[in-house]
């Protein structure tokens, strides 16, 4: 399933996952880093791959479409993680 989304809303997904995410992604999901470094923005194509994920000029830094949301679901499910520690934390 495809997702459209735009560049800046990409790249504060990924600003806003806790360190070491990229790499825990990239383990869970048999991949290399800079492959999904490369999914979030990045351009090294000589360590990582493509992963589907197409630009287009626009606002907001342009629109991103994501063929395969894979790493953009865990990235999310990761973030829901986070804000749950959080609102544990505070309840303790």
Do not use: W
């Amino acid at each position: 399933m495809t997702k459209t989304i735009t560049f800046n809303d990409l790249r504060r997904l990924k600003d806003s996952l806790p360190d070491g995410s990229t790499h825990r992604i990239a383990d869970e999901l048999g991949l290399s880093v800079e492959t999904v470094r490369n999914y979030f923005g990045g351009h090294n194509f000589k360590d990582g791959k493509c992963c589907g994920v197409h630009l287009e000029p626009g606002p907001n830094g342009g629109l991103v479409v994501l063929d395969d949301t894979t790493i953009f679901d865990r990235a999310i499910e990761i973030l829901q993680e986070k804000e749950e520690m959080t609102e544990a934390f505070e309840q303790a």
